[in-house]
């Protein structure tokens, strides 16, 4: 399958699809991620995601978060159409809460995790991947992959 190119999300382990949100979520932020996911849309294949939050300082603004919760809301149907699950690796508490505001404006239309744990994240998305029968070879090497980095850190 030829998967397009992406900005912000990476496609490397198809169908996981990986997420590595910056420091600050802003308007510029939410045009780049409203891109990449129109982008996998149009694979017109399922897949299961993770978003790792870790770096994010500080929760968007009022107006950002307004637009997320209202694109995503726009996009239900290709959501749950096209994504199996969600993953989302959150470590502040003030994140959780920006995550819980958007969620609140857009709850979320597919089973979706907030988790510290890497594992248990992972293990959630194996489970519904499995329960879909996606190809759960990259969701294994991306497992091993943050293993390594976990154990090196």
Do not use: C
Not at 9 to 38: C, G, N, W
Request: overall charge neutral; charged content about 20%.
């Amino acid at each position: 399958m030829l998967l397009p190119v992406t900005k912000v999300i990476d496609l490397k382990y198809f169908p996981l699809v990986v997420l590595v949100l910056p420091p600050q979520l802003d308007m510029s932020y939410a045009d780049l991620l409203e891109h990449d996911t129109r982008a996998i849309f149009t694979l017109r294949s399922r897949y299961v995601s993770i978003t790792d939050s870790s770096a994010v300082a500080g929760m968007p603004d009022a107006k950002t978060r307004t637009r997320m919760g209202d694109w995503a809301k726009s996009h239900e149907d290709e959501f749950r159409r096209w994504q199996v699950a969600n993953a989302l690796i959150v470590s502040s508490a003030i994140v959780r809460a920006g995550i819980s505001a958007i969620h609140w404006l857009a709850p979320p239309p597919v089973p979706t995790v907030v988790e510290t744990d890497w594992a248990v994240a992972l293990a959630f998305l194996r489970k519904h991947a499995e329960q879909d029968a996606l190809d759960t070879t990259g969701l294994t090497a991306f497992s091993h992959r943050q293993r390594a980095h976990a154990s090196a850190s």
